[in-house]
């Protein structure tokens, strides 16, 4: 959608506040008009929250791009002198300020084709994309906006598989595959955090909540033991905990999404090619994410994937810790054959004598050959059912008339990785279960069908459900759940009617036929919430502000190509080359020489908007509507 106006976009990240914050606490930022305002509360009041102090950052002492760190003393409400400011005590924030002004989307289409057309660039290394991560190698943060733009147009797979081979290339060692802060893992680290949040909820967040409120204590390192503790009680509660998240992940492979499989069977194919005596590399290639920079850390820092709402005290971390140290190493258990002897620290190599490792490899093994094969696989069904989402929505009764507000009653749905079920209030038996294998689509539903927002259904054996949900992100993420949980079912459709059937004929197509197939292609299952989440024009905009940054590193690429092609030859001694990767001198000059025009124009076009002498209904100003 084309954007009227020049809204100015300001992105206000908190971090070490956190670790100030205990679990009783959480922090609220609002910005209002040039002030970034943060509140401080105590939610641990069963009541009703605690507001304990606020400080107020002006926007003006904030430096674009850069990190701004200092104490602040936390004042009363309204900054009022009921109470004095030092009682209130004080706050250390990080901030960072990002500032960019979104143009009309024609303006990013230049840029935007030009970084999409990256996975088909041969060598990737000449491509727009690769050039942005080779120029920002040492900023983590910056190859996100390209990540997002990405997955959006669903180009990510072929662009991270191409630049996961140009590192395969540059790999001399298999137990190093994938080891190092590269732009492939990069890449990756980002979309597993925004395709995973979803998988990550299903599989760990039961478990991690009950060590959190649980509380056991399971210190085995002798040098930490507090007085009282008992080593062998530890050890066996510490057991009991990493069985729970080791049977969770290696029972997940069903919940595990589309895109992260895909990636994973390319890592896989791609390692197998390169290291073809290896036969554990296939392994350690989709191990070295999944379960090291994937699941390991999201069990080490739960609340940094929204897994628990508040860093964990320092006990529960320190459980966190171990319980990552030992999934890790289970993990690679499969994937290199790494035995228990390769332990440094004596306390964790008797720990591990409890478990079977012959079993353990055997259930890594099946686990990552189930989320990197061809096939989509079931899970054992052995797990208990486990609640994705539930909440209260509103639902058409069935066989009623099209209109009418009596067609439509609350109810309770929810949804398990087994069926889907509503109920007439919360904790109430079934009015009707649906089993998620008999489910064939799970589509939006058209406006006009019942002149109702944010609909969709659910088509199963029986009458399609057709439920509304309070707004449109409960129902993107109504989508999103239940299109994840059914996306291996057998039955489901190709195509779908948007509206539905009433008087004879569906109103979306007018096919009289109650039976006729669907005149709507079905949704490709992948996050539903991509299409809401991802602002294509901002991160394109990030994109260009980044490189714009940076236009001294474009430069010294441009000279080190020219130089290079001249001289016919990388030369590689030579410093300036060897900070960026240039396979192919001539093309990657080319595509530099494109980046710079359409970024050119994009200055152009900011800088025009930003003319305060252009006068209005001029060429540079016009008057929209105007008609002569």
């Known amino acids: 959608m084309n954007k009227q106006a020049d809204p100015t976009i300001m992105h206000i990240m908190e971090e070490e506040a956190n670790f100030l914050l205990n679990h009783y606490k959480k922090l609220i930022s609002v910005l209002i008009l040039h002030l970034c305002r943060v509140d401080l509360w105590n939610n641990e009041n069963l009541a009703q929250d605690v507001f304990l102090g606020a400080t107020r950052v002006p926007v003006k002492v904030l430096q674009k791009d850069h990190i701004h760190k200092a104490w602040y003393l936390l004042q009363p409400k309204g900054n009022g002198s009921k109470s004095k400011s030092d009682d209130l005590g004080s706050l250390r924030l990080k901030l960072t300020y990002i500032e960019d002004t979104v143009l009309p989307s024609a303006c990013y289409t230049p840029l935007c084709n030009l970084l999409l057309q990256s996975p088909d660039v041969k060598p990737i290394s000449a491509s727009a994309a690769h050039i942005l991560g080779d120029i920002y190698r040492e900023r983590y943060e910056a190859v996100l ?111 595990c999404p589309p895109l992260m499989c895909d990636v994973f069977r390319s890592l896989r194919h791609l390692a197998c090619k390169h290291f073809p005596a290896d036969p554990h590399v296939q392994y350690s290639a989709v191990s070295s994410f999944v379960f090291l920079r994937f699941f390991a850390v999201a069990v080490l820092t739960p609340h940094s994937f929204q897994l628990r709402s508040h860093h ?118 079934a009015l009707c279960i649906i089993n998620v294998k008999n489910i064939q689509a799970v589509e939006k539903l058209d406006e006009s069908a019942f002149n109702r927002k944010n609909m969709f259904q659910v088509v199963h054996s029986e009458k399609p459900l057709y439920v509304q949900a309070g707004n449109c992100i409960e129902a993107s993420d109504w989508l999103e759940v239940l299109g994840q949980v059914t996306r291996c079912n057998e039955g489901r459709l190709a195509t779908f009617h948007p509206s539905n059937y009433s008087g004879g004929a569906w ?23 991509l299409q809401l989440d991802i602002d294509c024009d901002r991160e394109t905009e990030r994109i260009f502000s980044l490189l714009s940054s940076n236009d001294t590193k474009l430069q010294d690429m441009e000279d ?41 124009e994009l200055q152009r076009q900011h800088n025009i908007r930003n003319d305060t002498t252009a006068q209005y209904g001029s060429l540079d100003n016009p008057i929209v509507g105007k008609t002569s």
């Open 145 to 255: 906006p390209m990540v997002r733009l990405l997955l959006h147009h669903n180009r990510f797979v072929p662009f991270v598989s191409a630049v996961a081979a140009l590192e395969l290339d540059n790999t001399q060692e298999a137990n190093t595959i994938f080891r190092g802060n590269s732009l492939a893992t990069r890449c990756i680290d980002d979309m597993m955090k925004i395709v995973g949040k979803n998988y990550l909820a299903v599989t760990l967040k039961p478990v991690i909540d009950e060590i959190c409120e649980s509380n056991k204590t399971c210190e085995i390192d002798p040098v930490k033991l507090k007085e009282g503790d008992n080593v062998e009680v530890n050890k066996e509660n510490l057991q009991v905990y990493v069985q729970k998240v080791f049977s969770s992940i290696t029972q997940s492979s069903s919940s």
């Open 560 to 600: 080190a190509c020219a130089s290079m092609a001249v001289y016919q030859g990388p030369q590689r001694e030579q410093e300036e080359y060897s900070k960026f990767t240039i396979q192919e001198p001539k093309e990657t000059f080319q595509t530099l020489k494109q980046l710079r025009n359409v970024m050119e």
């Open 312 to 429: 964990p005290d320092p006990d529960i971390s320190r459980t966190l810790t171990l319980i990552s140290k030992t999934i890790q190493t289970l993990g690679s258990w499969g994937s290199l054959s790494k035995k228990i002897s390769s332990f440094k620290e004596t306390y964790m190599y008797d720990f591990f004598k409890s478990f079977q490792e012959d079993k353990c490899i055997e259930r890594v093994k099946k686990f990552l050959d189930e989320i990197s094969s061809n096939v989509s696989k079931e899970s054992s069904g052995l797990e208990d059912a486990v609640v994705l989402k539930e909440g209260e929505v509103q639902k058409r009764a069935q066989g009623r008339k099209r209109l009418g507000k009596k067609n439509f009653k609350k109810r309770w749905l929810r949804v398990t990785n087994r069926e889907l079920s509503y109920h007439k209030h919360k904790g109430k038996e």
């Open 507 to 529: 109103q979306c197509c007018k096919n009289q036929s109650n039976n006729a197939p669907g005149c709507k292609p079905c949704t490709i299952i992948m996050l539903a919430n």
